[in-house]
């Protein structure tokens, strides 16, 4: 096996002999860093050195593959739906998102919530809201399945699927910068969920995370720009979709759903009006124009409806009926 240097010495030789790493160098290098045996200096290097020259798709597929073969029995729980979660910044507003994935959910997904967030602010924790939504937190796969059994839903931290990936996302903290961990964590996909959501903060990733699901063999997934990186649709702006449905690369966009303004961290987060608004204890269309869009998109990567217009009614009518169990899948 290379040592990790060799593969530091491909990227950053200089202009004219650099080069990007193939699909298998990128599995041997992440092997290597998974394993302990690599230097944490050339972690660091390799990590860096593929921000400035900018990740490609094969690059992100073999550190997917290198990293799910790690993963031991998480593939083995059975899911439709993978949610990944992992944005940062201080500036995020109320994660609306989450009552999204408890729609879909409640529509007869299992849905898979997997992440780890930084620099939150107050009330715009993703951990510190679920149990005000009962999403039950899973750390095992085995818990992992039961809680899919029960609720439909559950949330996977990150340093229970992998405190090895959540180690090297950690790096941030010292590189002060993020690294190609943030878009592997984001493709993962751990149970391997045949229809997946992802969320990106700087538009050219989605195009990036598209070609590493077709290069995966990724059967359904929507991918677009949300809040703060997470996959959260804006209500009162065109939203550019991207993805693949039925191994086909697609886009679209999605046309605004309300006239409203508002940004999302317009208001300051108070993680009550999550429940409430679930309960209808809260009268916010904006909010609810914000879960429903989302759901909508989720929904179109599930399959659960052909075009996002079929979609997005499908959202509002289970909205509507998210109170009555016998009218949701009607």
């Given at each position: 096996?290379?040592?990790l240097?060799d593969?530091?010495?491909i990227?950053?030789?200089?202009?004219?002999r650099?080069r990007?790493?193939?699909?298998?160098?990128?599995r041997?290098?992440?092997?290597l860093?998974?394993?302990?045996?690599?230097?944490?200096?050339?972690?660091?290097?390799?990590?860096?050195?593929?921000?400035?020259r900018?990740?490609t798709?094969a690059?992100?597929?073999?550190?997917?593959d290198?990293a799910?073969a790690?993963l031991g029995?998480?593939?083995?729980?059975s899911?439709?739906?993978?949610?990944p979660?992992y944005?940062?910044?201080?500036s995020?507003?109320?994660?609306?998102?989450?009552?999204?994935?408890?729609?879909?959910?409640?529509?007869?997904?299992?849905?898979?919530?997997?992440?780890?967030?930084?620099?939150q602010?107050?009330?715009?924790?993703?951990?510190?809201?679920?149990?005000?939504l009962d999403i039950p937190?899973a750390?095992?796969?085995a818990?992992?399945?039961?809680?899919?059994?029960?609720?439909?839903?559950?949330?996977?931290?990150?340093?229970g699927?992998?405190?090895d990936?959540?180690?090297?996302?950690?790096l941030?903290?010292?590189?002060?910068?993020?690294?190609?961990?943030?878009?592997?964590?984001?493709?993962?996909?751990?149970?391997?969920?045949p229809?997946?959501?992802q969320?990106v903060?700087?538009p050219?990733?989605?195009?990036?995370?598209?070609?590493a699901?077709?290069?995966?063999?990724?059967?359904?997934?929507?991918?677009?720009?949300g809040?703060?990186?997470?996959?959260?649709?804006?209500p009162s702006?065109s939203?550019?979709?991207?993805?693949?449905l039925?191994?086909?690369?697609?886009?679209?966009t999605?046309?605004?759903?309300?006239?409203?303004k508002?940004?999302?961290?317009?208001?300051?987060?108070d993680?009550?009006d999550?429940?409430?608004?679930?309960?209808?204890?809260?009268?916010?269309?904006f909010?609810?124009?914000?879960?429903t869009?989302?759901?909508?998109?989720?929904?179109l990567?599930?399959?659960?409806?052909?075009?996002?217009?079929?979609?997005?009614?499908?959202a509002?009518?289970?909205?509507?009926?998210?109170?009555?169990?016998?009218r949701?899948c009607a």
């Open positions: 096996m290379s040592r240097a593969f530091v010495r990227l950053g030789r200089g202009p004219s650099a990007s790493l193939t699909r298998d160098e990128a041997e290098a992440m092997t860093i998974l394993s302990g045996e690599a230097e944490r200096e050339a972690v660091g290097a390799l990590l860096m050195l593929m921000r400035y900018g990740e798709a690059e992100i597929a073999g550190f997917v290198a799910r790690g029995d998480w593939a083995q729980v899911a439709d739906l993978d949610w979660s944005a940062a910044g201080r995020r507003g109320l994660p609306w998102f989450l009552l999204s994935a408890k729609l879909v959910a409640g529509a007869g997904y299992r849905t898979v919530l997997h992440g780890w967030n930084s620099h602010g107050t009330g715009a924790d993703v951990r510190a809201a679920l149990a005000g937190v750390d095992t796969p818990v992992l399945a039961d809680a899919l059994d029960g609720s439909r839903i559950a949330y996977l931290p990150l340093e699927l992998s405190p990936l959540f180690d090297l996302l950690r941030r903290d010292s590189l002060g910068l993020r690294s190609a961990v943030n878009t592997v964590l984001r493709v993962l996909n751990p149970c391997r969920a229809a997946g959501v969320g903060f700087h050219p990733y989605r195009d990036l995370q598209q070609e699901a077709l290069l995966l063999g990724q059967p359904r997934v929507m991918i677009l720009k809040g703060g990186g997470e996959f959260e649709r804006h702006k939203v550019d979709l991207y993805g693949v039925d191994g086909v690369a697609v886009s679209e999605a046309m605004p759903l309300t006239a409203d508002r940004r999302l961290a317009d208001t300051a987060p993680a009550r999550l429940p409430a608004l679930w309960r209808g204890d809260l009268d916010d269309p909010a609810e124009a914000v879960v869009g989302t759901a909508a998109a989720a929904l990567a599930a399959g659960h409806a052909g075009d996002m217009a079929l979609a997005q009614r499908e509002v009518r289970l909205w509507r009926n998210r109170a009555d169990p016998e949701k």
